[in-house]
RNA sequence: UGCUAAGACGCAGGAGC
């Protein structure tokens, strides 16, 4: 048996469960492990329902499930974003008294968030005995993705830093909740800590911080801290990049998306967003149909993010034509890509054919905002 | 009483106005 969950699991890692259900339907007993590791399998490839029924499965065949069981449960419900069937497990572990592992509250606390019930998360965390750096990162995550940042920051600032092992994660939550108030001032005292704990170069946190000056437009900040970070990926660069077209200084956003490419750093496209931002807010039309043509290179023309961006610098640029080629060849116009199509027209005195677009949109069922 | 097999949670950058 123990051999047999351990196959499963492997196979899990290496993304092939066909082999994994092969192992599990030809073992001649099956214990606890081998159940919750089919689950977490099912889980981890997107079949949240499956996971759910071998579950029930399991329990019908009067196996015992565990704390770890239940993770995979709450995780199961978490990706179905079934508040009910997260309420129902929260039944059960009550009524098993397991309120009082901590791996079990943490992962109740996300899955309330994942299913978008903040209140039932806080509930949970609220009465939680002790709580860790987990437990605060996945609450404080929880109320930025419902738009609630103020109580983000105010429960960032009840961490309790001295009691607490911190980790890579709940800096960069804690930066996030600064980021999404701009709130300068909290942030640097929040980066004081993380210099004192030596995890400003830690990729995670020094992404963070990046950001968080660049999006504060104090890019000073985020250039020293840059160039602390060991080892960057497109992350950094790419914030930096935006927070230099944030600041008025598009000429050197495109100066350094050129050094990045030279340090051999591939852009993704997060990364073309930006540096289409950049074009557009330097109106460098040359610059846009060359940035145009290395996405064409890659095949990302028509990733909705980067077709909206590319109408959009079109537009800015007064190349109405074609801004329109590339709008027109979208699979799926909407709002966001229809706006910057009409503020084209609009720029080179076409309200005709804006008008004429609006209209269309509102034929499409598109809602203008 | 202790040790001994297998499975566990959260986290960084993006488009129009």
Not at 67 to 96: D, K
Not at 143 to 168: F, H, N, V, Y
């Amino acid at each position: 048996v123990f051999v047999a969950s351990t196959l499963i699991n492997m196979y899990i890692k290496c993304g092939s469960m066909e082999d994994a259900w092969g192992v599990f339907n030809k073992m001649p007993t099956r214990n606890m492990v081998s159940w919750t590791a089919m689950i977490f399998g099912l889980v981890k490839c997107g079949q949240g329902q499956k996971a759910l029924e071998l579950s029930q499965h399991m329990l019908e065949q009067g196996v015992e499930p565990d704390t770890f069981t239940f993770v995979a449960v709450l995780n199961a419900c978490a990706s179905l974003g079934s508040l009910e069937e997260g309420r129902r497990a929260h039944e059960q572990i009550r009524s098993r008294e397991w309120m009082s592992d901590i791996y079990i509250c943490n992962c109740l606390i996300d899955m309330f968030n994942k299913c978008g019930s903040i209140e039932d998360a806080w509930g949970v965390f609220d009465k939680m005995p002790t709580r860790n750096a987990v437990s605060w990162t996945t609450m404080i995550m929880g109320l930025l993705k419902c738009r609630q940042e103020k109580r983000a920051l105010e429960l960032s600032q009840q961490i309790p830093w001295t009691t607490l092992e911190p980790d890579a994660g709940i800096f960069a939550v804690v930066l996030k909740a600064c980021t999404s108030l701009e709130a300068l001032e909290e942030g640097k005292q929040v980066h004081e800590r993380i210099i004192k704990l030596g995890f400003e170069s830690d990729l995670l946190v020094g992404s963070s911080l990046v950001d968080m000056y660049a999006k504060c437009g104090t890019m000073e900040d985020a250039w020293r801290v840059f160039s602390k970070i060991p080892k960057h990926n497109v992350i950094p660069w790419t914030s930096m990049i935006l927070g230099l077209v944030k600041s008025r200084q598009g000429k050197k956003a495109l100066e350094l998306f050129q050094h990045m490419q030279e340090q051999g750093v591939e852009p993704d496209a997060f990364t073309f967003v930006g540096v289409l931002n950049a074009c557009a807010s330097q109106t460098s039309l040359e610059e846009g149909r060359h940035i145009h043509e290395q996405i064409i290179k890659r095949g990302w023309e028509y990733e909705v993010f980067i077709s909206s961006s590319l109408v959009d610098m079109y537009g800015k640029c007064g190349s109405i034509e074609e801004a329109w080629r590339v709008f027109s060849k979208m699979p799926t116009q909407n709002v966001i890509s229809s706006t910057a199509m009409i503020m084209g027209f609009v720029k080179c005195g076409q309200g005709e054919k804006a008008l004429e677009l609006f209209r269309r949109m509102q034929l499409e069922e598109m809602e203008p905002d």
